[in-house]
């Protein structure tokens, strides 16, 4: 469930209709709705609970939205954070999120980054690769510290979904193999700089399927139970991310409480705490980005090509992955017209969607995408020099902007001009 429904004002975001927001801030702009946050979050949080997962740690991926507001909000929850980059660790310490509730994951985690992670204190850093276990045992050494890792390993399972975000399989470049992950766990609780304390595992994003899941986390407690029988300490397993959610065209994922069902029968007496790396599922549905109807532009052969003042550069997603967003006229109406949503970027690939029936718009209409909350703003770019898009956050009746748009004197200021040229 969301907090984005028509009211007397067109579509509303909680108790602030989203025209409002597009009239003030200015189009195109991303708006998040606090309480559907704090909902998404809570409800997985009550579901694993439900399921007898007692104490899970639930490392919210901040790729997926990385403002740091929202951070603050799902961090004041008990949140804590999926990192992947130093960039990432910072937001999350910036939003109040403890050191040791961050996770640092990541498959290139380069020397100064681990530095940084190890300063800071994070709970674990998730170690990808055997030259990457030896880059933090380096590290940790210099610093005189002992590296916390949890062994990412590759469960060599698909996970269904496109092929850009499927992590599962022992063809992608994500973790260490079953076959040198108890070797590697070994070696690591014999060394003076690392502390090994667990395992973990990734294999996909938007999954919208329970068996790929269930064959995945049933071999990582078969991985536990065998480092646990060779005397060796495992106190968590961390089973990633990768809960689908429904875009409206996409098969209905399953239900946080059927996936902690799941987890619950699966994880049933091991004697580790469990820890979880949701991105989508808390951040998706809670952001839509409104955009402007600049013109429309009907060809006399028939094709209509409906022309918004958002682009590939403010969310990717359907130029990258093909991905489909239900796209809502403000204001509610009636009447069917087929339209191409496309945005002014020059490329082809600058294509929303391609006959989509929408209600009939006309130049000055708003339309917001749905379901844009994760991998939206995130993924933005200047791209055509357009500025980056702004984000506003919703609580009730009020809104605030939590990233400007950026001003052209600010854009051009960032180019430095070498007095040689
Ligand atoms: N943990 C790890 C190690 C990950 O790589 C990811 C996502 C997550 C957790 C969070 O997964 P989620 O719960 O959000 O599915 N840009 C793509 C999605 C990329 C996902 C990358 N990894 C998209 O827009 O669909």
Redesign the pocket.
């Known amino acids: 469930m969301n907090h984005f429904e028509y009211g007397p004002e067109g579509l509303t975001c909680e108790g602030v209709p989203l025209a409002r927001i597009a009239a003030e801030v200015g189009t195109p702009v991303y708006v998040y709705s606090r309480a559907t946050l704090e909902r998404h979050f809570t409800v997985f949080r009550d579901a694993l609970e439900l399921a007898g997962v007692a104490d899970p740690l639930i490392a919210y ?1 901040v ?2 939205n990385s403002n740091v507001a929202v951070l603050k909000v799902l961090g004041e929850l008990g949140a804590g954070a ?1 990192t ?1 980059s130093e960039g990432e660790v910072r937001r999350a310490l910036a939003a109040g999120i403890p050191a040791e509730r961050i996770v640092f ?2 498959v290139g985690k380069a020397r100064r980054e681990i530095e940084f992670a190890l300063q800071a204190g994070v709970a674990e850093i ?1 170690v990808e690769s055997e030259p990457e276990l030896n880059l933090i045992a380096a590290v940790a050494a210099e610093l005189g510290v002992r590296a916390k890792v949890a062994f ?1 390993v590759n469960p060599d399972v698909a996970a269904g979904g ?1 092929a ?2 499927a ?1 599962g399989k022992a063809e992608n470049k ?1 973790g260490v193999s079953f076959a040198e992950a108890a070797r590697l766990y070994a070696n690591a609780s014999n060394h003076a700089a690392l502390e090994p304390v667990g395992v973990a595992c ?1 294999i ?4 919208t399927e329970l068996a790929p899941m269930r064959a995945a986390f049933s071999k990582m407690r078969g991985l536990v139970e065998q480092l646990l029988g060779e005397g060796l300490s495992v106190e968590r397993l961390d089973l ?5 959610v429904p875009y409206f065209n996409h098969p209905e994922p399953p239900s946080p409480a059927d996936f902690a069902a799941m987890v619950g029968e699966v994880t049933a007496g091991l004697p580790v705490r469990l820890a979880f ?5 808390i951040a998706a549905n809670a952001g839509v980005l409104v955009s402007e109807v600049i013109h429309i532009h009907a060809r006399p052969e028939g094709r209509k090509f409906l022309v918004i003042d958002a682009a590939m550069n403010d969310l990717v ?1 359907p130029a ?2 093909d ?1 489909f967003h239900d796209i809502r006229p403000l204001t509610r109406r009636d009447g069917e017209a087929v339209y191409d949503v496309v945005g002014p970027v020059c490329e082809t690939g600058d294509t929303f969607t391609r006959d989509r029936a929408l209600p009939p718009l006309a130049a000055g209409d708003l339309v917001a995408f749905m379901s844009a909350g ?2 939206g703003a995130a ?1 933005a770019s200047e791209y055509n020099t357009r500025p980056l898009v702004p984000e506003v956050l919703v609580d009730g009746d009020r809104f605030a902007v939590i990233r400007a748009r950026p001003t052209y004197d600010e854009m051009l200021a960032r180019d430095l001009v070498p007095d040689w040229v």
């Open positions: 991926a790729k997926a999926d992947v994951s990541g998730n990412r496109h850009k975000i992590t994500f990734h996909g994003s938007q999954i990633g991310g990768g809960l689908g790396e949701p991105g989508r599922v997603r990258m992955y991905a994760a991998y993924m």
